[in-house]
Nanobody, 120 residues
Framework: QVQLVESGGGLVQAGGSLRLSCAAS????????MGWYRQAPGKQRELVAG???????NYADSVKGRFTLSRDNAKNTVYLQMNSLKPEDTAVYYC??????????????WGQGIQVTVSS
């Protein structure tokens, strides 16, 4: 069984910072790409930032220069540092990881979601 455990969400004022963490655990061979998505009320889920197992990152245009994604491969953990937060960043944030299992099957796994609320 695989778990993605998210932490670090909450309520912050505009201009503030939060750091999200997501740790993958369970019976798999390797964690490949990891990333964060978000979904605001009435909107589709969108990619916020992604990182490959080699550390290459990509960001949504709306968060470039404000958010930084990093990972610790030894801990199967990804971190999203969010600075200069805006009310439009308010959403439920979901961690995503592409996993390779011992039978070489590759599959996406999702966290349960964590609320980030930015007040104006």
């Amino acid at each position: 069984q695989v778990q993605l455990v998210e932490s670090g969400g909450g309520l912050v004022q505009a201009g503030g910072s939060l750091r999200l963490s997501c740790a993958a655990s369970g019976n798999f061979f390797r964690v490949n790409a990891m990333g964060w998505y978000r979904q605001a009320p009435g909107k589709q889920r969108e990619l916020v930032a992604g990182i490959t197992s080699f550390g290459s990152t990509n960001y949504a245009d709306s968060v470039k220069g404000r958010f930084t994604l990093s990972r610790d491969n030894a801990k199967n953990t990804v971190y999203l540092q969010m600075n200069s937060l805006k009310p439009e960043d308010t959403a439920v944030y979901y961690c995503n990881a592409e996993l390779t299992y011992y039978n070489y099957r590759r599959e996406d796994s999702w966290g349960q979601g964590i609320q980030v609320t930015v007040s104006s």
